[in-house]
């Protein structure tokens, strides 16, 4: 019943900038929270950035000051401004959702490379 699909992943160089969007559908009421996490190869998934509803953000603290993590409420999307990117940044970036009231629910993926 729901689904959430990323867009705006590429290959960058160092130093460069990415917007990823996260678009969610489905017969939800509300996202009490959102987020994005990321993979790397040969790592665990981690912590990217989060927004509740209330507006309460979390980063990991890798990307602190350089990401932000936003939302449009009136269309259940949400995007990460990704600044200052890295070569460490480099992984598969999913966004994630908690949707009232069916549940958590992760999207496809959307791979960022960033070359040095």
């Known amino acids: 019943q729901v689904q959430l699909v990323e867009s705006g992943g590429g290959l960058v160089q160092a130093g460069g900038s990415l917007r990823l969007s996260c678009a969610a559908s489905g017969m939800i009421s509300s996202i009490k929270t959102m987020g994005w996490y990321r993979q790397a190869p040969g790592k665990l998934r981690e912590l990217v950035a989060t927004l509740t509803s209330g507006g309460y953000t979390n980063y990991g603290d890798s990307v602190k000051g350089r990401f932000t993590i936003s939302r449009d409420n009136a269309k259940n999307t949400w995007n990460l401004q990704m600044n200052s990117l890295k070569p460490e940044d480099t992984a598969v970036y999913y966004c994630?959702?908690?949707?009232?009231?069916?549940?958590?629910?992760w999207g496809q993926g959307t791979q960022v490379t960033v070359s040095s």
């Open positions: 994630w959702g908690d949707c009232v009231p069916w549940g958590q629910y």
